[in-house]
């Protein structure tokens, strides 16, 4: 099982690799998004050190959201996911293989590039290295909830919008709480119960994500 | 030990059992109360006008659509209940090929492999140059005629170690050695003790395997 779990994350890291707009757009959409809030609000220093951690995390989301697409749409149209459901294998653990597969492309350059994005919108060195560990709690759980919206949604053709419907209420605490963590870090309160919350809700969702998204997949293709 | 042989060998010979299958598209029913058996060394050629629903039995049967009603049994298991079991016993080609075109053909093999039955890669070698892609084996399946991708479909299925093989018209794309070696393939199979489930409009012919065939929508059983 372990055998079929590291071949389908290598093999969906070679296609990533192959098609480099996959990983490519995310990060672009993500500095873009994040680098024209400083020309359309206001390029004052506090202002941006006020509203940045929002702004990059709302980046982030709509970034992670945007590439969900990936995820299951191939495979779905080439009949390999088909072939994945046939598999004597549990769909859950080949479900997790592309998840971590889809955080490694997106989650994972954004957590990178977020230092250069936080030092542009004014952010203290603390504060930075709290973006960062919020973003590294917190990509994996949209990765994760991601793949539930995108199982229900991956036989329709035009499921952009439904998606969209479906995952961004569940976003929300995410947001919240890792946004939050970033400005209790710049004014220099506690941030000890966000980052709780954060990790308590990524085992979470990395516990049952895998298994709601097999099941999603199987409703999906019937 | 020669009772459990006798129980085991029981079991074998039960092969698929389909029994009082209802299948609906939308509000219309495609096919009622279909019952039929398929043992090994049988291909069961499935037949019937376009949209008579013979994909949609393929998928139900593959356990990749749910019928409205009926019992689909393997070896006398049912095999909703016993879906990874069941799922190791089969192998599926439908209308998609099930290949990355970004991948090479030796590439999309092996991780097929990879998911259901490992295999060397002299295997693989082996398995594309039977279907006729020596040279091709580095090549990516974007770079491949339609015919030649379904020959690396027909590789994949060839290395499959399963019993019961579920074709959805399978000699779609292919040229006349291709069709010649497919049905080569499938007689091999059948006289392996395997089993063949398949929909085309091919007439299939083949000696020494005992063929049935099932006209959809109405579900008559020709043996």
Redesign the interface.
């Known amino acids: 099982m372990f055998n079929a779990f590291l071949s389908l994350l290598k093999r969906d890291l070679r296609l990533a690799f192959r098609h480099k707009s996959e990983i490519l757009n995310p990060l672009f959409f993500f500095v873009i998004v994040v680098t024209l809030f400083p020309l359309g609000i206001s390029p004052e220093k506090q202002t941006l050190a006020e509203i940045g951690p929002g702004i990059i995390w709302v980046a982030a989301l709509l970034a992670s959201m945007l590439s969900l697409d990936s995820l299951f749409r191939s495979d779905f149209d080439d009949g390999t996911l088909e072939l994945m459901l046939l598999s004597e294998y549990p769909l859950s653990v080949m479900v997790l293989a592309k998840i971590i597969v889809h955080w490694l492309i997106t989650g994972f350059p954004i957590i990178i590039f977020s230092p250069l994005l936080g030092t542009v919108m004014f952010l203290s060195p603390d504060a930075i290295v709290t973006l960062m560990i919020t973003l590294l709690l917190g990509t994996p759980i949209l990765s994760l909830i991601g793949a539930i919206g995108m199982a229900l949604v991956v036989a329709l053709k035009r499921g952009g919008m439904l998606l969209s419907l479906l995952v961004l209420p569940l976003y929300i605490p995410v947001l919240i709480f890792s946004a939050n963590a970033v400005g209790s870090s710049m004014a220099g309160l506690s941030i000890s119960g966000q980052l709780y919350f954060l990790a308590a809700f990524m085992i979470f969702c990395l516990t049952l994500a895998p298994i709601a998204t097999a099941a999603a997949l199987r409703v999906s293709l019937e | 030990m020669s009772q459990e042989n006798n129980r085991q060998e029981k079991k074998i010979s039960k092969g698929l059992c389909v029994s009082h299958l209802t299948c609906e598209r939308g509000y219309r029913e495609l096919f009622n109360d279909l019952s039929f058996e398929l043992l090994p060394g049988e291909i069961l050629h499935i037949k019937g006008e376009n949209g008579a629903g013979k994909t949609s039995l393929l998928r139900i049967l593959?356990?990749?659509?749910?019928p409205v009603m009926g019992d689909i049994s393997f070896d006398g298991y049912d095999c909703r209940k016993y879906r990874?079991?069941y799922?190791?016993q089969?192998a599926?080609m439908?209308?998609?090929?099930?290949?990355?075109?970004?991948?090479t053909a030796v590439?999309n093999i092996?991780?097929?492999c990879?998911?259901?039955t490992?295999r060397t890669e002299q295997q693989i070698l082996d398995a594309l140059e039977k279907v006729g892609l020596y040279g091709f084996e580095e090549m990516y399946c974007n770079q491949l005629s339609a015919g030649q991708k379904r020959r690396v479909a027909l590789a994949q299925t060839m290395l499959s170690d399963t019993r019961l093989w579920i074709l959805d018209e399978p000699f779609t794309s292919l040229d006349v050695i291709g069709v010649k070696f497919f049905l080569q393939m499938i007689q091999q199979h059948v006289n392996d003790g395997g089993m063949i489930l398949l929909t085309t409009h091919q007439e299939v012919n083949l000696e020494n395997c005992r063929t049935k065939y099932l006209q959809l929508p109405s579900g008559k059983l020709i043996d």
């Open positions: 593959a356990g990749l659509a749910l990874s079991e799922n190791e089969i599926f439908g209308h998609k090929l099930g290949i990355k075109l970004e991948l590439e092996r991780s097929y990879e998911l259901n490992p």
